[in-house]
């Protein structure tokens, strides 16, 4: 049985002059319910521009990708073997990947990244790798060094972030435009014109 939901104009009267918390709840629940809504919608609309662009394709390289796994310290899980397949599938798609990768604080989302950048890197692609913060962007370019010291991009990662100073912006501006930095790891730094 579908629960009925009171109208905008009702939450908004309810909210701001309530009789009871009941009235608030109701309010809460049908402007809750409606910013939901909201964002379901422009997700789908989203998808669907996203739909009519075309990317270009990234041949899936089995060796590489075992040789990946293969220098790993540890064996990845079957929801990260899962997840790295579904991307390569993805990525050799015409379509732009849509993908979100969720998961706690050590479960290895960066190890699915740094998979992922690794057939675009083998593909003559530079690779951006983008962090909410300058602290998070530091701890993924130390850890995919790390991961790719036994690649041949091991000397090709860089770090571009705002409490840079201006020369080594610049140098970090210079080596993503010569190709010499293959994957970038940074935050917002990373998609101002200038990159």
């Not at 109701?26 to 809750?32: D, I, P, V, Y």
Request: charged share 25%.
């Amino acid at each position: 049985k579908r629960a009925k939901t009171i109208s905008r104009a009702e939450a908004l009267l309810k909210l701001h002059n309530p009789m009871s918390t009941k009235d608030i709840e109701e309010a809460k629940f049908r402007l809750g319910l409606e910013e939901v809504f909201h964002m379901q919608l422009a997700g789908l609309l989203t998808r669907n521009e996203l739909l009519k662009e075309h990317s270009p394709k990234v041949a899936f390289d089995e060796k590489i990708a075992k040789d990946f796994v293969k220098h790993l310290p540890f064996d990845l899980t079957p929801d990260q073997r899962r997840t790295v397949w579904n991307i390569y599938q993805d990525m050799e798609s015409e379509s732009p990947m849509n993908r979100l990768v969720e998961g706690d604080v050590g479960s290895g989302k960066t190890v699915v990244a740094c998979m992922a950048a690794v057939m675009a890197m083998k593909a003559g692609y530079q690779v951006l790798f983008m962090a909410p913060t300058e602290i998070l962007a530091r701890q993924h370019a130390n850890s995919m060094a790390t991961l790719l010291e036994h690649t041949e991009w091991a000397h090709q990662i860089g770090l571009l972030v705002g409490g840079l100073s201006a020369k080594q912006k610049k140098e970090m501006h210079m080596r993503i435009a010569n190709g010499e930095c293959r994957l970038a790891v940074g935050t917002n730094a990373l998609i101002q014109d200038k990159v």
